[in-house]
C-alpha cells in the first residue's frame, strides 16, 4: 500500500527506467506531488500495465507541482558505467523542477548528493511512496516512448515490443545483425560474450 504521508513538505520522488537494457538511455524522473494526492492505480511501474501507466502519465502531470525527466545516452552509460549513468540522470531530473525541492527520496540504496539537497533512500520506494512511484511511470512512459521512436530507425530489434531489453528476440537479432549506435557497448549483449566486459 503506498503511503499518502510526505517526510517533508515539497520533497521529490526520483526512480529510473531501463538500467538494465542493452540498448537506449537510462531514463529518470522526478516529481512533486500536492499533499493530498492519491490514486487507486498508483504504483510502482512494473506493477502496472501499460495501458495504466498510459493513463497515469497526464494525470501525474497535470496534478504534479513539478516534474523532470531525463535521458542519459549509451555512450555516456558506457563511459560512467550504468549506475553513475542512472544517478546522473536522476540529478538532471530534478535540475528541471522548477525550484529546488527541501528533500529527495530516492528508489534503491545508492544515491549521490545533489547540490546541498538531503536525500533518503528506500529500497522498493517507488511500492512505498506516491512521488517515486509517480516518478517511476513517468520514468517508464518516457523511456518506452524515446524506445519506439529509435524502432523506426532499427526495426529488426522490434524495440517498439521489447524496448531495449535483452529478450530473446533482441539478442537473436544482435546476433544477426550487429549492434547499433544506440547499444550499449560495455553490456554482455550475447551470451556468449566473456563476463569481463563490464
Known amino acids: 500500500m503506498l503511503q499518502k ?5 515539497n520533497e521529490t520522488g526520483t526512480d529510473e527506467a531501463g538500467r538494465g537494457c542493452l540498448a537506449g538511455p537510462v531514463t529518470a524522473a522526478s516529481v512533486v506531488l500536492p499533499k493530498d494526492f492519491e490514486h487507486p492505480l498508483l504504483n510502482d511501474s512494473k506493477l502496472l500495465s501499460t495501458k495504466q501507466r498510459d493513463l497515469l502519465k497526464p494525470i501525474i502531470e497535470k496534478v504534479s507541482i513539478s516534474f523532470g525527466v531525463a535521458h542519459i545516452n549509451p555512450d555516456i ?4 558505467n550504468i549506475l553513475n549513468a542512472s544517478i546522473l540522470a ?8 522548477n525550484s529546488k525541492p527541501p528533500h529527495i527520496i530516492v528508489d534503491g540504496n545508492k544515491f549521490k548528493p545533489y547540490e546541498n539537497i538531503p ?3 528506500f529500497v522498493k520506494g517507488d511500492s512505498k511512496f506516491m512521488s517515486i512511484a509517480a516518478a517511476s511511470v513517468l520514468a517508464k512512459t518516457y523511456r518506452d516512448k524515446y524506445m519506439e521512436r529509435l524502432h523506426n530507425e532499427y526495426p529488426v530489434y522490434n524495440w517498439k515490443q521489447n524496448k531495449g531489453y535483452p529478450t530473446k528476440e533482441h539478442r537473436e537479432a544482435i546476433r544477426k545483425y550487429g549492434i547499433t549506435k544506440y547499444h550499449r557497448k560495455s553490456f554482455r549483449q550475447l ?5 569481463f566486459e563490464l
Open 5 to 9: 504521508f510526505h517526510i517533508f513538505f
Open 90 to 97: 536522476m540529478h538532471k531530473a530534478i535540475n528541471k523542477l
Open 119 to 121: 536525500h533518503t533512500c
Open 77 to 80: 552509460i558506457d563511459e560512467i
Open 191 to 195: 551470451p556468449e560474450q566473456l563476463s
